[in-house]
């Protein structure tokens, strides 16, 4: 398993496991569009040339925003997933980051469980944050 960021030859990969994962994606647009942000920092894992997961994190002065983290359906529950956070945090500290915020649907339990896992606690629920109306729990990770 090999773990590095984004390249624009990664793009359709990526928009094809954000289909797969999230009734909401991400358009190969807007994936395309985070390579033009100098805050946008971003991992992903690839098995033999076929990226399995990824993520994205947008860095603000000392505040971080997780915006995607998706892994693929037959790669889930191998800790894929926390190897995909453990990357974002480990930049977010890099870069002197005192807080990372993130939002995830209330009905996404092993999402939050690997927050949960990983450090982040529940700050409070956005009422009908996404397009179907249902909520998101705004979760944050505060940094050593």
């Known amino acids: 398993m090999n773990g590095r960021s984004w390249t624009v030859g990664d793009l359709d990969q990526i928009a ?3 289909k797969e994962c999230f009734s909401d994606p991400w ?31 947008d860095i603000t002065l000392d505040e971080a925003e997780i915006e995607l983290i998706a892994v693929s359906e037959m790669y889930r529950r191998c800790g894929r997933g926390g190897m995909i956070l453990s990357d974002l945090i480990g930049m977010a500290k890099a870069h002197g980051v005192k807080k990372i ?13 690997l927050y949960l896992k990983n450090g982040f606690t529940g700050l409070y629920c956005r009422s009908r944050y996404y397009p179907d109306g249902e909520d998101a729990v705004v979760m944050v990770k505060v940094l050593s």
């Open 16 to 18: 094809a496991i954000e």
């Open 27 to 57: 358009t190969r647009r807007m994936l395309a569009e985070s390579f033009l942000s100098e805050r946008f920092y971003t991992t992903l894992l690839e098995e033999s040339g076929t990226v399995v997961g990824y993520g994205g994190m």
């Open 101 to 113: 915020y993130l939002e995830v649907r209330v009905s996404n339990a092993p999402a939050q469980l």
